[in-house]
């Protein structure tokens, strides 16, 4: 397996976790090319990392590329992909960084082999858990103007939002937990309430707002929505 995708919240960590099994795999860091993005990654960049492929390793056996998309690669560049991934140059060592998993592509897992690093659970204080629960849970009894103003506010820059996004996905999910624990049905699992919303109204509720809330989360890390939209949709509906 010439190909890796190595899955970190931490970009860091990621980055030393590749470097360092470039190191045990006796890679010279002069055969060590390293792509990193400010943005999300795209089909031109992956046509940049498809030209490093080529080149022939200076003082080493092997070359490795590092692809650092640790702040999300779109579909089409992960369509863009397959092609390299199917038939990795012999020589090389392939590095794909990535923060989640759930938003690569099913094909891209099964060309890679997939190493999932253990990181430090960010965790919310209980005023910023109490801050962003009010705002999920007030918008059902805001008015149209409320919501599309909290969702130009949240827009403003879409790399700003998306870890917006993230500290209301913390807070939902550990309310979710906590409706769960205090539901005479603790012993069922989510899946068998989901199935049952006559069972636990405020299982059901903090439920479809965490699923709302990655449905629009994933599409803001893979594609180009417009951020003012998608989440002008997000707040609507909630």
């Known amino acids: 397996m010439h190909s890796f995708l190595?899955?970190?919240?931490?970009?860091?960590?990621?980055?030393?976790?590749?470097?360092?099994?470039?190191?045990?795999?006796?890679?010279?860091?002069?055969?060590?090319?390293i792509l990193t993005f400010e943005k999300s990654i795209g089909i031109e960049d992956i046509r940049n990392f498809q030209k490093k492929l080529v080149l022939k390793p200076l003082r080493s056996k092997a070359k490795a590329v590092i692809l650092d998309g640790s702040k999300d690669v779109t579909i089409e560049a992960q369509n863009a992909l397959l092609k390299t991934l199917e038939e990795p140059p012999s020589?090389?060592?392939?590095?794909?960084?990535?923060?989640?998993?759930?938003?690569?592509?099913?094909?891209?897992?099964?060309?890679?082999?997939?190493?999932?690093?253990?990181?430090?659970?960010?965790?919310?204080?209980?005023?910023?858990?109490?801050?962003?629960?009010?705002i999920l849970t007030s918008l059902s009894s805001c008015g149209v103007g409320d919501r599309l103003k909290l969702?130009?506010?949240?827009?403003?820059?879409?790399?700003?939002s998306i870890p917006e996004?993230?500290?209301?996905i913390i807070a939902a999910r550990q309310k979710l937990i906590n409706s769960v624990c205090h539901s005479e049905h603790r012993e069922e699992s989510l899946e068998i309430l989901r199935l049952k919303?006559?069972?636990?109204?405020?299982?059901?509720?903090y439920l479809n707002i965490l699923i709302s809330l990655n449905k629009t989360y994933a599409l803001l890390k893979t594609t180009n929505v417009n951020s003012r939209l998608a989440l002008e949709n997000l707040f609507l509906n909630l």
Request: proline fraction near 2%; charge should be neutral; glycine fraction near 0%.
């Open 6 to 33: 190595i899955v970190s919240k931490i970009q860091k960590a990621a980055l030393e976790y590749a470097v360092r099994n470039c190191k045990e795999s006796k890679i010279d860091k002069f055969d060590i090319s």
């Open 91 to 134: 020589n090389t060592i392939i590095y794909i960084i990535i923060s989640n998993k759930d938003l690569v592509l099913p094909t891209i897992l099964s060309r890679c082999q997939v190493i999932e690093l253990r990181d430090k659970e960010y965790k919310l204080s209980k005023d910023e858990e109490a801050q962003y629960l009010n």
């Open 151 to 160: 969702a130009q506010d949240v827009a403003k820059n879409k790399q700003e």
């Open 165 to 168: 996004l993230e500290k209301m």
């Open 197 to 205: 919303p006559q069972d636990d109204n405020a299982v059901h509720k």
